[in-house]
């Protein structure tokens, strides 16, 4: 890694920006120590109170863990922060097919290792999507469609993996929003959603994999057609 001297202006923010940029590309990664200080003054050509602001600020967002004695470790949150970066602009449909990359092995493992509680948040939350979608109401109904494969996430008992969805579902929410419309939402009458349920509940793996590729088929060539309109 040899970055080039930053300018002298904004010096702190700027090296903010480098450690984001190096996180993303994924030069560091998540519980990765980063350099000494004296090595990030080297790194970057500028000062130890700069290199001791931009710390401070990264702390201060989540984004480092400064331990005392130990050194400035990555934190979660630059993993948002970085795929907050390689989302922006995406393709609707890279981020369905990140979806069932994502949405397939968290309702698998729903089906082997729900429990009543989970099944019952599931069907709450199809209940509010069933009442948003009689109302037209868009706000309600994509609350309610999240909720719904969040408590399918929480189901399969994989925190990391749990983790990792539910940050990628807080990046694309607002485009899966903006591409949902009133008439869309009046004319829903998918019953893969339930289906899916039914399936997770009977510890269904085979049917809950069919359900899951067949609804993100059918959500990305509606959505779509939404927004192509």
């Known amino acids: ?16 920006e480098r450690v984001r940029a190096l ?4 030069t560091y990664r998540v519980g990765d120590r980063l350099p000494p200080e004296g ?14 602001e931009a710390m401070r600020v990264l702390a201060n967002r989540g984004m480092v863990d400064v331990r ?3 050194g400035t470790f990555v934190a979660a949150r ?16 890279d981020i369905y097919e990140a979806r069932l990359f994502l949405e397939l ?13 989970d099944i019952a948040a599931m069907r709450a939350s ?34 990391a993996l749990r983790e990792v969805y539910a940050s990628f579902v807080q990046i694309v929410q607002p485009l899966m929003v903006a591409a949902v419309t009133p008439d869309y939402v009046q004319t829903e009458n998918d019953p893969l959603h339930a289906a899916l349920c039914e399936a997770i509940a009977k510890g269904n793996v085979a049917e809950t994999r ?8 059918k959500s990305l060539k509606d959505v779509g057609a939404g927004l192509s309109t």
Not at 23 to 26: E, L, R, T
Not at 39 to 52: A, D, Y
């Open 210 to 217: 069919r359900l899951v590729r067949s609804h993100l088929k």
């Open 68 to 70: 005392h004695g130990e």
């Open 126 to 159: 199809l209940k509010k999507r069933a009442q948003a979608i009689r109302a037209g109401d868009v706000a309600r109904y994509t609350e309610a469609d999240f909720a719904f494969h969040l408590a399918v996430a929480r189901a399969a008992k994989s925190p």
């Open 1 to 16: 890694m040899h970055p080039s001297p930053i300018k002298r202006n904004g010096l702190a923010d700027q090296v903010i």
């Open 105 to 117: 092995p968290l309702a698998e493992l729903a089906a082997q290792r729900r429990d009543s509680r």
């Open 78 to 93: 630059a993993l948002r922060e970085s795929l907050e970066e390689r989302l922006d602009g995406a393709a609707l449909a």
């Open 39 to 52: 090595e990030l003054c080297v790194l970057f050509g500028v000062g130890r109170s700069t290199i001791r």
């Open 23 to 26: 996180v993303a590309k994924g």
